[in-house]
């Protein structure tokens, strides 16, 4: 298995003839190692994901060569715009019944945007644009399987991409090379609205359905789970009944922060062991996230993969 390289977020990102630019998709990312005969989908944390999305063992059928190892990002679409919140009922499916029935209710797509090994030759040395070459003769798209275009001018892409509600655009730098795991400066991502993904530490009682209030939620600096605010907003009957399932087996006495956050309210603590994706406006001065929303829980990532960044 090979770790995704990974992208830094950025607030400006970098122009010139050494950039190419492709429009950031909000879906899970996954490595596909396929051949004719088989097919294995796994997620940044080496999550075996396969079974999760049978229509896409068609990618068996789409490469032309004996074998190759792809880089892309599973997504569901919501008029035509990848839409975490709609992939994320996918993502926690585990029966293989509501499986097949999500195939038709809610179809994925699988965007491929680069290419790693090529008939058990590694790709992982040459530059970026050249591997993109090779993905273009290596798969032959259809309905399901897509390839990721990529862009010369950063002002049209942007301005296109915020305009038809793209979560953001990444540039990548044409002669990187591919470092497995690792996050650099050749490949940087701009997002229009501000997302992250946050360790759950704990939840209050409030007025919503079975006494829920909201999920208290943190990232880590270093080994310390470092309280951001509290999200209140973006839950539903269907998704408050699925945490409070998952929060029966992580209950614990103890507050997963260096300090107890002050809520003025009951607080159940969790042992930090699951992710949300949040939508926030900005940074507080305090460090907290400002109008937080749920979006949904990030099976994908660990609680480790939350790193505290600057709070602007």
């Known amino acids: 298995m090979i770790a995704p390289m990974l992208s830094k977020l950025t607030e400006v990102l970098p122009s010139g003839k050494d950039f190419i630019y492709e429009i950031k998709l909000d879906g899970q990312r996954t490595i596909a190692e396929v051949s004719k005969t088989a097919l294995l989908l796994y997620t940044r944390n080496f999550q075996n994901v396969t079974n999760k999305y049978p229509e896409l063992e068609i990618l068996k059928k789409c490469i032309t060569k004996k074998s190759a190892i792809l880089d892309g990002e599973i997504v569901a679409l919501k008029d035509g715009i990848p839409s975490f919140e709609l992939l994320q009922q996918r993502m926690n499916l585990r029966d293989m019944r509501a499986v097949r029935r999500a195939v038709e209710e809610i179809p994925v797509i699988y965007y491929i945007?680069?290419?790693?090994?090529?008939?058990?030759?590694?790709?992982?040395?040459e530059p970026f644009l050249k591997r993109k070459q090779f993905l273009e003769k290596a798969?032959?798209?259809?309905?399901v399987v897509k390839l990721v275009p990529h862009?010369?001018?950063r002002d049209l892409i942007v301005k296109m991409a915020g305009r038809m509600g793209y979560e953001g655009v990444v540039a990548k730098s044409a002669n990187s090379l591919y470092y497995p795991g690792k996050r650099t400066d050749c490949w940087q991502k701009y997002k229009f609205h501000t997302a992250d993904s946050f360790v759950i530490g704990?939840?209050?009682?409030?007025?919503?359905?079975?006494?829920f209030g909201s999920l208290l939620i943190g990232q880590y600096k270093e080994k310390d789970l470092i309280p951001c605010g509290r999200a209140g907003t973006g839950f539903n009957e269907k998704s408050i009944r699925m945490l409070l399932q998952k929060f029966q087996t992580l209950k614990s006495p103890k507050c997963p922060f260096p300090q107890v956050p002050k809520?003025?309210?009951i607080v159940h603590w969790l042992k930090p062991k699951l992710v949300a994706e949040v939508k926030f406006n900005e940074w507080t001065q305090a460090g907290n996230v400002r109008a937080p929303v749920f979006m949904g829980l990030r099976e994908d990532l660990?609680?480790?993969?939350c790193k505290l960044k600057n709070r602007r």
């Open 139 to 143: 798969v032959k798209p259809c309905d």
């Open 151 to 153: 862009f010369d001018s």
């Open 263 to 265: 809520t003025g309210e």
């Open 202 to 211: 704990g939840w209050t009682e409030g007025g919503r359905s079975q006494n």
């Open 302 to 305: 660990t609680p480790q993969d």
């Open 113 to 125: 945007f680069d290419i790693l090994d090529l008939d058990g030759k590694s790709l992982l040395k």
